[in-house]
T-cell receptor, first 112, second 113 residues
Framework: GESVGLHLPTLSVQEGDNSIINCAYSNSASDYFIWYKQESGKGPQFIIDIRSNMDKRQGQRVTVLLNKTVKHLSLQIAATQPGDSAVYFCAEKNIGDYKLSFGAGTTVTVRA | DTGVSQDPRHKITKRGQNVTFRCDPISEHNRLYWYRQTLGQGPEFLTYFQNEAQLEKSRLLSDRFSAERPKGSFSTLEIQRTEQGDSAMYLC???????????FGSGTQLSVL
């Protein structure tokens, strides 16, 4: 089956630096991509999403980039803060499907 | 609080017992999803409701699992004859349409002893 995965399971970042979290997907039929943040003991929290007709979308301190040619998705966090420490998941959805398919996640640790 | 609510937050049970979890979605959302998440992994899809109709079930949902959404509002997930392999976080999510982001609850952490 096709799946969404992340390049690195862990990422350590100095507070104040920018973070880049990468994700590769294999299903070219996917038309919707989304990033979630999950803190310990909590459910996934929406960060930002992007549709396949876009290649970049910006939110507050976050930017998602989509490269459909190489099936790559990234999340950039500007000026990383201690509160950004969490597990980050990318997820994708196929055209006409109901469900989001998640990768394994990247654990981000922010160093003071 | 107008988010997705799940109850209980934690459940410890003995192998072979039945358990039932409840999910209250965001009130105007007619789409409801159940996911399961094990330690270190991303959530895995279990089942999907549109209003009261269960439209999709994952092959992960064995015969021991049943989900209902009788009035198109809250949903229950029941696991019969629990096994140790059922230990996981059970997450509920809801969305307004099929093409929008899912809002997740805090989950029910199940431990089967």
């Amino acid at each position: 089956g096709e799946s969404v995965g992340l390049h690195l399971p862990t990422l350590s970042v100095q507070e104040g630096d920018n973070s880049i979290i990468n994700c590769a997907y294999s299903n070219s039929a996917s038309d919707y991509f989304i990033w979630y943040k999950q803190e310990s003991g909590k459910g996934p929290q929406f960060i930002i999403d992007i549709r396949s007709n876009m290649d970049k979308r910006q939110g507050q301190r976050v930017t998602v980039l989509l490269n459909k040619t190489v099936k790559h998705l990234s999340l950039q966090i500007a000026a990383t803060q201690p509160g950004d420490s969490a597990v980050y998941f990318c997820a994708e959805k196929n055209i006409g499907d109901y469900k989001l398919s998640f990768g394994a996640g990247t654990t981000v640790t922010v160093r003071a | 609080d107008t988010g997705v609510s799940q109850d209980p937050r934690h459940k410890i049970t003995k192998r072979g017992q039945n358990v039932t979890f409840r999910c209250d979605p965001i009130s105007e959302h007619n789409r409801l999803y159940w996911y399961r998440q094990t330690l270190g992994q991303g959530p895995e899809f279990l089942t999907y409701f549109q209003n009261e109709a269960q439209l999709e079930k994952s092959r992960l949902l064995s015969d021991r699992f049943s989900a209902e959404r009788p009035k198109g509002s809250f949903s229950t997930l029941e696991i019969q004859r629990t096994e140790q392999g059922d230990s996981a976080m059970y997450l509920c999510a809801s969305s307004l349409t099929a093409n929008e982001k899912l809002f997740f609850g805090s989950g029910t952490q199940l431990s089967v002893l």
